[in-house]
Every structure is written in C-alpha cells, then in structure tokens.
C-alpha cells in the first residue's frame, strides 16, 4: 500500500483553496497537496480579484500550485512566481477538459493536441524554476487518440519529475468509469488519477506500476478522505469540521463572499446523513455567517457549539 505522502489531494476547481487544503492538511500532514489550477495570464497580471495569485506556501508543507496557459512566457512567469512563493513543485495542467480552458483558451486538455507547444511550455517551466515541475493529463482528447504515452515520454525528455494521469479521455469528460492503464515501462512514475475512493482502488494502482495515487471527488464533504483511505480514520464529530472550514473561508474571503461560498462543501459533508435534504434547503437561502453556524450546530451537534 502507497505510503500517507504518495496519495496525492487533486487540485479542484472552486474546492481545493487555501481553507480546504488547510482542513485537508490536520487531517494528512504528509500528503501532497495540490493548489486549484491557477491561470498564468491572471497571475502574472496581478489580477486583485483572485485571492489565490496572492497565497503563499511556505507554512503549507508539501503543496504544488498548478498553472494552466498556452503562452509560453506566461508559463514561464507563472512557474516563478509560483516558486518565489514558496510552492514545492509546480503542476503544468494538461487535463482539463472544461470549454473555456481546453477550446476557448487553447490550454488544459488541448495540450494534448499541440504535442509542440506542449513541449515548449514544459522546457520553459523546467528551466525557469529550481524546484520539481510536473503534469496532470488525461489518457487522450479522445477514443481515436490515446496518446498519453507519447506526451509522457516529450515530458520525461524536458525534465519533468512526474505525471499524474485521469483514466478518461477529454471528450468523456468526468462520465463513465475511469480506466487506468498499465504504466509500469513509463519514463517518470506516474500518478493514478480517476475514480481513486477506496484502498482496493489504490492496490490496482499500485498493481498497474503507479507510483502514487491521486484522490479528487472524493474529498467532497470528506477532507480527510486521503487518511481514511490508507488508515480508515473519520473524525468523531463533523460537524466541528465543517465549523472550522466554515472559519478558515471567512478568515480567507471575508464573510460576505465566504457564506455563499461555503454552502456547497456544507451539501457535500451532510450528504448521506438523516434530514440532509432538508438541511440543505435551509442552508442554501443563509448569506448570514452567524445564521450558518448555528444551522451547523443544530445538525451536527457541535461540541465547538455547546
């Protein structure tokens, strides 16, 4: 079984911000932790409206930041801004498979079809930065094209360290189960990524010549999913949790942004659980943070709340 810093948390559009990754992190100290992806262009631009072009890692432990672009000298600079500030490794995305980034935006999962600029993206970030620099891809853009293999091999030759590999193609999106392929003769270890939620999930991993897994939906509502899977470990209380994530927002976005914000992950964490439907129609009209937390505590029974 993949060892507490071989299973990786997935960056997540809209999730993995700074308060998540700090929940994520009391419950897996050692774990790799990956930033939301981060646009090269609002980065460098220095765009105030993106708290996250802002955050520093020095305090994170071992957290890579994942930038997403098709211009090369903005790759470049993103990569060093990313490193100034104190990320362990950077991520180059190459997955994903949303429209505004992957046709619109020529980057994430279109990388996939522009082997060349790939490739200059990757020797550039490689050569910018002191620290690691990996990829996060997908099996291909499509059935006709499941050339992961070829891109893995342009990466091992420009200096990447590793890659995380999502076991569908661009055009599945995230429908139908993931299907990992065996890795086991691949140039730089590859990270299994798709449809990892159980220890079974990571042994076939680990079977198929991976050299870590990646964990992603499945941190939905359960942060500490990457512990519970390896030790099967959940916390006594969640309702505490989600207060604490609840503060960790406000602290980061400030309550008018945070409330709204937060309703999702408060979804996510009640799913499953007695009056869930109900509890999520409540706090789904809640803007007001006090409002929250006490709906929080009535459902949970907070030991934080008593």
């Known amino acids: 079984m993949f060892g507490d810093n071989q299973i990786f948390a997935a960056p997540l559009a809209g999730i ?9 992190r009391e419950f897996s100290p050692a774990a790799p932790l990956v930033t939301e992806m981060i646009s090269c262009h609002s980065l460098v631009g220095g765009h105030k409206n993106c708290l996250r072009n802002f955050d ?53 999962a279109f990388l996939m079809r522009d082997h060349k600029l790939a490739e200059k993206i990757m020797r550039a970030v490689v050569r910018a930065v002191d620290v690691p620099v990996s990829i996060k891809t997908r099996l291909g853009w499509d059935d006709e094209h499941r050339d992961w293999r070829d891109l893995v091999d342009i990466a091992a030759d420009c200096g990447v360290r590793f890659a995380a590999l999502h076991g569908r193609t661009r055009s599945q999106l995230y429908v139908g189960p993931a299907n990992l392929p065996d890795v086991h003769d691949a140039p730089i270890p590859i990270i299994a990524n798709g449809d990892i939620k159980t220890a079974d999930d990571i042994l076939r991993a ?19 999913a990457l512990r519970a899977i390896t030790r099967g ?41 007695p009056h869930s439907s109900e509890f999520r129609i409540r706090v789904n009209t809640i803007s007001d943070a006090d409002e929250l ?13 008593a």
């Open 56 to 108: 520093r890692y020095d305090d994170e432990g071992n957290v890579g930041a994942q930038i997403f672009g098709a211009d090369v000298d903005l790759m470049r600079d993103a990569a060093k801004i990313l490193a100034d500030a104190g990320a362990k490794w950077i991520d180059i995305n190459m997955g994903c498979p949303v429209p505004k980034v992957a046709t619109r935006a020529g980057a994430g």
């Open 233 to 273: 470990v959940a916390p006594e209380n969640i309702g505490d949790v989600v207060l604490r994530h609840l503060m960790y927002s406000i602290e980061y976005y400030g309550e008018r942004t945070a409330v709204p914000m937060f309703r999702k992950h408060a979804a996510w964490y009640c799913v499953g659980m």
């Open 206 to 224: 680990e079977k198929l010549g991976y050299s870590g897994a990646m964990i992603g939906r499945a941190m939905l509502g359960r942060p500490w």
């Open 293 to 305: 937390k006490n709906e929080i505590c009535k459902f949970w029974g907070c030991v934080e709340c």
């Open 16 to 24: 993995t911000d700074l308060p998540f990754r700090r929940i994520v």
